[in-house]
């Protein structure tokens, strides 16, 4: 391709709006550009890159036996009826009626889709196991896009679902994914983490996200350097500090005028905060017969830790989550900096497991100005629900070996989930097994977000100057400039050797732009092809042409008669460092579930 007709334009500066690397580098390169929030647009630069990582998961795909289709975009809303998701699932699905006033949705995912399929295909256990998978857009009303392509609207996904006649195939399917997932990440160049994750709305039993470890990530995850534990703060578990066994000791109210938080009350009383009871009003929506309710949810977690909002969510099988209002808290007896379970009415109480192990704490008297001490679960009050509800911090114990956690932050380019039978018992997805009775097909699904990775290898490669792709999956692996001059010598041999470079299977993007020579390789470190070639005055004078790596400094020359040897040789060279790389990477992880425990 020809720079003078490649439909795209650098810029000197990114937009105000952009605020992380990739973003801003992936505007002012001219890869992609905004059409409205969370809403973009991939020019010619990056299709290319995005197709090449497509090629790459469908060739990881297609070894661990995935079979490509191609699933609808639209979908009919009785589908996400039938296995109530259109209910629990809120503003982020995209609904419309079409002109016959049916409720249609645009895809997030395609779990209902491939039930629909998987009960009109699938009849036998001869036909069992099976995976299928597609590239597909998708559509989710994200609240805040931010970050460019790291969280948007409308985005691609590769997604795939294991179709299995046991427990054991999906085992091994998921097993599969997780060895093909790291090698996909590797041979883009990017490093991931597995870590533990929720199954959110995708239900099931098991999940894990991989995430690329960067400070302008969203996600919160919990590492332990001592065993190899890792999980997103969202359903991170922690070894909880047991307090000292103690005889339950008699109710008694005390007058604690002002210490209306956790910090003031210990203190006032000089107690530890792992002697006193945190009480934690919330609303929540769960879908109740097909109709939204709100329910109010009074937590109770002990005073030294926090609420893990997403794990009280989790467990309540909550749509949406908020903080109650003072009117709402007075409304079930309870008085807000005052509260406890004590005589409420009309609330669903939940209780953190730690407390249950806890005695004698103090907690609050639903009476301004007082508290009680010596509170105990099971004799003062009770709980429908007893869970893990706490928020596991930087400096807690990990639950496997106890050593302490540390908090890093990353961006998730990628998740498996075991479904099992959440949506074939929905959608009545059933097999004849080899003495003719019914089963369930047992599923899972795993997702890759395209652009999203996209995102993620140009945040991690690059620098001061810009983009410095990754050999597998630059858009062009050559950058030819040309400096012009009055005699026409460059533009000649340019044109010979970009020729001889196209004849020999070489992506090459040729800089023939009546440019200053300053500009044109400014534009060739901002778009950061791995290879660049320079040909001009100077260096045809010794008969040679300039060659330098995006990701070195040395500049070397080769002869014009051997100019397009020389850049396979480079190229040569790039490949084969980005292999021994990409197995490094894999290497790392032994391609091995790490501290798997059903969530």
Same mark, same amino acid.
């Given at each position: 391709?020809?720079?003078?007709?490649?439909?795209?334009?650098?810029?000197?500066?990114?937009?105000?709006?952009?605020?992380?690397?990739?973003?801003?580098?992936?505007?002012?390169?001219?890869?992609?550009?905004?059409?409205?929030?969370?809403?973009?647009?991939?020019?010619?630069?990056?299709?290319?890159?995005?197709?090449?990582?497509?090629?790459?998961?469908?060739?990881?795909?297609?070894?661990?036996?995935?079979?490509?289709?191609?699933?609808?975009?639209?979908?009919?809303?009785?589908?996400?009826?039938?296995?109530?998701?259109?209910?629990?699932?809120?503003?982020?699905?995209?609904?419309?009626?079409?002109?016959?006033?049916?409720?249609?949705?645009?895809?997030?995912?395609?779990?209902?889709?491939?039930?629909?399929?998987?009960?009109?295909?699938?009849?036998?256990?001869?036909?069992?196991?099976?995976?299928?998978?597609?590239?597909?857009?998708?559509?989710?009303?994200?609240?805040?896009?931010?970050?460019?392509?790291?969280?948007?609207?409308?985005?691609?996904?590769?997604?795939?679902?294991?179709?299995?006649?046991?427990?054991?195939?999906?085992?091994?399917?998921?097993?599969?994914?997780?060895?093909?997932?790291?090698?996909?990440?590797?041979?883009?160049?990017?490093?991931?983490?597995a870590v533990q994750s929720g199954t959110g709305m995708m239900g099931g039993r098991e999940a894990h996200e991989f995430v690329y470890l960067t400070p302008v990530g969203e996600d919160s995850i919990l590492v332990c350097d001592g065993c190899g534990y890792a999980a997103n703060r969202e359903v991170a578990r922690f070894r909880k500090p047991e307090l000292p066994h103690e005889v339950p000791l008699p109710l008694a109210k005390v007058a604690t005028?002002?210490?209306?938080?956790?910090?003031?009350?210990?203190?006032?009383?000089?107690?530890?905060?792992?002697?006193?009871?945190?009480?934690?009003?919330?609303?929540?929506?769960?879908?109740? @017969?097909?109709?939204?309710?709100?329910?109010?949810? +009074?937590?109770? #977690? &002990? /005073?030294?830790?926090?609420? !893990?909002?997403? *794990? $009280?969510?989790?467990?309540?099988?909550?749509?949406?989550?908020?903080?109650?209002?003072?009117?709402?808290?007075?409304?079930?007896?309870?008085?807000?900096?005052?509260?406890?379970?004590?005589?409420?009415?009309?609330?669903?109480?939940?209780?953190?497991?730690?407390?249950?192990?806890?005695?004698?704490?103090?907690?609050?008297?639903?009476?301004?100005?007082?508290?009680?001490?010596?509170?105990?679960?099971?004799?003062?009050?009770?709980?429908?629900?007893?869970?893990?509800?706490?928020?596991?911090?930087?400096? @807690?114990?990990?639950?496997?070996?106890?050593?302490? +956690?540390?908090? #890093? &932050? /990353?961006?998730?380019?990628? !998740?498996?989930? *075991? $479904?099992?039978?959440?949506?074939?018992?929905?959608?009545?997805?059933?097999?004849?097994?080899?003495?003719?009775?019914?089963?369930?097909?047992?599923?899972?699904?795993?997702?890759?977000?395209?652009?999203?990775?996209?995102?993620?290898?140009?945040?991690?490669?690059?620098?001061?100057?810009?983009?410095?792709?990754?050999?597998?999956?630059?858009?062009?692996?050559?950058?030819?400039?040309?400096?012009?001059?009055?005699?026409?010598?460059?533009?000649?041999?340019?044109?010979?050797?970009?020729?001889?470079?196209?004849?020999?299977?070489?992506?090459?993007?040729?800089?023939?732009?009546?440019? &200053?020579?300053?500009?044109?390789? !400014?534009?060739?470190? $901002?778009?950061?092809?791995?290879?660049?070639?320079?040909?001009?005055?100077?260096?045809?004078?010794?008969?040679s042409v300039e060659l330098k790596r995006r990701d070195g400094a040395e500049v070397w020359t080769a002869p014009v008669s051997d100019a397009a040897a020389a850049v396979q040789r480079a190229l040569a060279a790039l490949w084969a460092e980005h292999d021994g790389r990409a197995a490094a990477l894999r290497a790392e992880h032994h391609n091995r579930l790490d501290s798997t425990v059903p969530l």
């Open positions: 391709m020809r720079m003078s007709r490649l439909f795209s334009q650098t810029l000197r500066e990114a937009p105000a709006e952009a605020e992380v690397a990739s973003h801003k580098l992936l505007l002012r390169a001219g890869f992609i550009r905004p059409l409205a929030a969370g809403i973009f647009s991939y020019l010619p630069l990056a299709r290319r890159t995005l197709t090449k990582i497509e090629t790459i998961v469908r060739q990881e795909m297609d070894a661990i036996g995935g079979q490509e289709i191609t699933m609808p975009v639209v979908q009919p809303a009785d589908l996400w009826k039938e296995t109530g998701r259109w209910q629990a699932i809120g503003a982020e699905m995209g609904r419309f009626q079409d002109r016959g006033g049916r409720d249609m949705a645009l895809a997030m995912t395609h779990e209902e889709v491939v039930g629909d399929l998987v009960r009109k295909e699938i009849r036998s256990y001869r036909q069992l196991p099976a995976l299928l998978y597609h590239i597909q857009t998708k559509w989710r009303d994200e609240p805040r896009p931010r970050a460019g392509l790291i969280r948007v609207r409308e985005f691609t996904m590769k997604d795939s679902y294991s179709l299995d006649a046991d427990w054991d195939g999906l085992d091994a399917q998921y097993q599969a994914h997780y060895e093909a997932y790291f090698r996909i990440f590797s041979r883009c160049g990017l490093p991931v983490m005028p002002g210490a209306t938080t956790i910090e003031a009350l210990a203190s006032f009383l000089e107690i530890p905060a792992a002697k006193t009871a945190k009480a934690v009003f919330m609303v929540a929506t769960i879908v109740e @017969d097909g109709a939204d309710v709100q329910r109010f949810v +009074l937590v109770i #977690v &002990r /005073g030294d830790m926090d609420l !893990n909002e997403a *794990k $009280l969510s989790r467990a309540l099988g909550a749509k949406a989550l908020r903080p109650a209002l003072a009117d709402e808290i007075l409304a079930v007896g309870a008085v807000p900096g005052y509260g406890s379970a004590i005589g409420v009415r009309g609330a669903l109480v939940a209780v953190d497991d730690a407390v249950l192990v806890s005695p004698n704490l103090v907690s609050g008297a639903n009476e301004a100005g007082y508290h009680l001490l010596n509170v105990n679960y099971g004799r003062d009050y009770t709980a429908q629900m007893v869970t893990d509800l706490a928020a596991a911090r930087a400096g @807690d114990a990990c639950p496997d070996c106890g050593a302490p +956690l540390r908090v #890093v &932050r /990353g961006v998730e380019v990628g !998740n498996i989930f *075991k $479904l099992g039978t959440r949506y074939s018992d929905a959608l009545g997805c059933v097999y004849l097994d080899r003495d003719g009775r019914s089963r369930p097909v047992i599923m899972g699904s795993y997702g890759i977000g395209i652009g999203r990775l996209l995102a993620c290898i140009a945040e991690a490669h690059h620098d001061e100057h810009g983009l410095r792709w990754p050999i597998s999956v630059a858009p062009y692996a050559v950058h030819l400039v040309m400096l012009n001059d009055a005699a026409g010598g460059p533009q000649a041999v340019a044109d010979r050797l970009y020729a001889e470079l196209q004849a020999g299977g070489v992506e090459a993007l040729l800089d023939d732009r009546d440019d &200053r020579p300053g500009v044109k390789f !400014n534009d060739a470190d $901002l778009i950061g092809l791995p290879l660049r070639v320079t040909v001009s005055k100077r260096s045809l004078e010794n008969g």
